[in-house]
């Protein structure tokens, strides 16, 4: 299994309250991606980084941030909570070309925005 | 843009039982294609793929085709058990190479 964690795994949080989320890879991988998970709608991209301070949004980034300070750990922050962002959030990483095209996903953080 | 297209679940069978799940898309260029499965409680694994046209993904019993001419990649099992109960996502890897676009994601309840 690829070394990916996500912390923390759980979380219920107040609307309006700040919220951040932590991906941690022990693999070494360029790309790393935040997804949330909702009924009907698949995986949907929030935001990926292409290397440490390099980020890009995806489709669904607003009310988003994401950090990249080291190759291993990408943060996503929700500013403002709303209930729209209950979900669970879902990191990814791959390595494009050097360790095959594939993404590996962590366990998953179930967020609950009350 | 580039979109993926899978039938909705639930898809409820027997144990031996033939699945089919079927899975279209649409993308500029060539992409690559995948399926993952998602077992209860935890993340996506990546099941399958294929990388070109007319390829077959074959993984733990379940296969996958390329088919560019119809646009689909429909996965196939030829005798399921309730271990492979999970919800199934079709997924395009675009020409850009960074970013994957998946489906809605299929439930598959398999019964003994």
């Known amino acids: 299994d690829a070394g990916i964690t996500q912390s923390p795994r759980h979380k219920v949080t107040e609307t309006g309250t700040p919220v951040t989320l932590r991906c941690h890879q022990t693999?070494?991988?360029?790309?790393m991606y935040w997804y949330r998970q909702d009924p009907g709608h698949g995986l949907r991209l929030i935001h990926y980084?292409?290397?440490?301070?390099?980020?890009d949004k995806g489709e669904v980034s607003d009310g988003y941030s994401v950090s990249r300070s080291k190759t291993e750990d990408f943060l996503l922050t929700l500013e403002s909570a709303t209930s729209s962002q209950t979900s669970v959030y879902f990191c990814?990483?791959?390595?494009?070309?050097?360790?095959?095209?594939?993404?590996?996903f962590g366990p998953g953080t179930r967020l609950t925005v009350t | 843009g580039d979109s993926v297209t899978q039938m909705e679940g639930p898809v409820t069978l027997s144990e031996e039982a033939f699945l089919t799940i079927n899975c279209t898309y649409t993308a500029t260029g060539y992409p690559s294609l995948f399926w993952y499965v998602q077992y209860p409680g935890e993340g996506l694994q990546l099941l399958l793929k294929?990388?070109?046209?007319?390829d077959k993904g074959s993984n733990k019993g379940f296969e996958a085709t390329y088919r560019k001419e119809t646009t689909s990649f429909h996965l196939e099992k030829g005798s399921v058990q309730v271990s492979d109960s999970a919800v199934y996502f079709c997924?395009?890897?675009?020409?850009?190479?960074?970013?994957?676009?998946f489906g809605g994601g299929t439930r598959v309840l398999v019964k003994p």
């Open positions: 990814a990483i791959s390595e494009p070309g050097l360790a095959g095209i594939e993404q590996y």
């Open positions: 997924a395009l890897l675009g020409a850009a190479g960074n970013k994957l676009t």
């Open positions: 693999e070494n991988h360029r790309y």
């Open positions: 294929a990388t070109k046209a007319d």
């Open positions: 980084s292409y290397g440490v301070k390099d980020t």
